[in-house]
């Protein structure tokens, strides 16, 4: 079985990947900034899995990272970038501050990340990589420009990290979701509605689409749970994709864009 490093790890996507990966066997390595959050995560997963606290705005210790990978569990299987930072924030909002925020943990680190795990040292042959983008890099809605560029950006990386990889076998894709069910998501959720709903209640409101159609009408297949777009990224990181590099997977729950 494998080990795999997962960014963004300690809720959302990423916690949803970590659990799915470690139920199927194979190891992870949870990297994010809330410590607390991920040894709770640890303690509820089987197997020999390690945490380490690392901001991802800061991209110059990132070589920190794939040492102490490389300590614990020796050469990586793969990776999974589920770091990332929401801004809903309109251009007359924009400060040189959040735009340096934003990008290097949207897809400054992801780059830097790329940069170790292409070294053998760190990674073995036949690796796997998915990034985690978003619907917003190709749609650009108003008050999302700062998100939506560096989520385009995001994509470059991954088509160019594509062809460079080759040599070594490794394959790199990113999926595209649109509106997923994560913290933010809900917070958001609660401002629209008014409703003071935990996460539970709010995944029980799935089996009524209206609850969610009413929320956004753009996306009438309801909000993307977590653990269904962890399905399709352990897919793409696992042995089992021979083939598949270079693409950008939207998974759009019939949200146009």
Known sequence: MG???????????GKACAIKLTESGHNVILVARNVKKMQTLLQEM??????????????????????????????LDGMIYAAGINADIPFKGMSPEKFT????????????????????????????????????????????????????AMNSLVKTMSKEFIPRGILVNAVLPAGVLTPMAIE?????????????????????????????????????????????????????????TGALIPVSAGRYF
Do not use: W
């Open 3 to 13: 080990t795999y490093l997962i960014t963004g790890a300690s809720s959302g996507i």
């Open 46 to 75: 089987p197997g020999e899995n390690y945490c380490f606290d690392y901001d991802l705005n800061d991209m110059e210790h990132i070589k920190d990272i794939f040492n102490f990978c490389k300590e614990v569990s020796g050469k």
């Open 101 to 152: 925020e934003i990008m290097n943990i949207n897809c400054g680190s992801f780059a830097i990340m790329g940069k170790f795990f292409s070294n053998g040292k760190y990674s073995n042959d036949n690796a796997r990589i998915v990034a985690i983008s978003s619907s917003a890099s190709i749609s650009c809605d108003k008050g999302m420009g700062l998100y939506s560029a560096s989520k385009a």
């Open 188 to 244: 958001k959720i609660k401002m629209m509605t008014g409703d003071e709903l935990c996460l539970d209640e709010i995944t029980n409101r799935l089996s009524s689409q209206k609850y969610f159609i009413d929320i956004s009408s753009e996306q009438p297949f309801g909000m993307i749970l977590p653990q269904n777009l962890a399905d399709i990224i352990c897919y793409l990181i696992s042995p089992s994709n021979r083939y598949i």
